[in-house]
């Protein structure tokens, strides 16, 4: 069974900084692309950044210039710095990961979320 499990979620004021980090456990024979999303109250998930098993990246356009994604293969972690935070980018965000398993299967996996509040 594979588990994503996000954590460094919390309240910060406009302006300010979180760092979301996502550990991936379980029989893993390799991680594909991972990502980050995130939705807000009323609203649908939407792709916050994506990042490929070589390191290519892509942000949306809402985060881009603010929010960072990274990864690291050998931890099996994938990270979001978020600066120059907005109340707009109150939500809860998850992280996501393609997975192969060591039959060789490939799935989609989902963590619990984290909530982010930005908020004076």
């Known amino acids: 069974q594979v588990q994503l499990v996000e954590s460094g979620g919390g309240l910060v004021q406009p302006g300010g900084s979180l760092r979301l980090s996502c550990a991936v456990s379980g029989r893993i024979f390799s991680i594909n692309d991972m990502a980050w999303y995130r939705q807000a109250p009323a609203k649908q998930r939407e792709l916050v950044a994506s990042?490929?098993?070589?390191?290519?990246?892509s942000d949306a356009d809402s985060v881009k210039g603010r929010f960072t994604i990274s990864r690291d293969n050998a931890k099996k972690m994938v990270y979001l710095q978020m600066n120059s935070l907005k109340p707009e980018d109150t939500a809860v965000y998850y992280c996501?990961?393609?997975?192969?398993?060591?039959?060789?299967?490939?799935?989609?996996?989902w963590g619990q979320g984290t909530q982010v509040t930005v908020s004076s």
């Open positions: 990042i490929t098993r070589g390191g290519t990246t």
């Open positions: 996501n990961a393609q997975v192969t398993d060591f039959e060789l299967r490939t799935q989609n996996y």
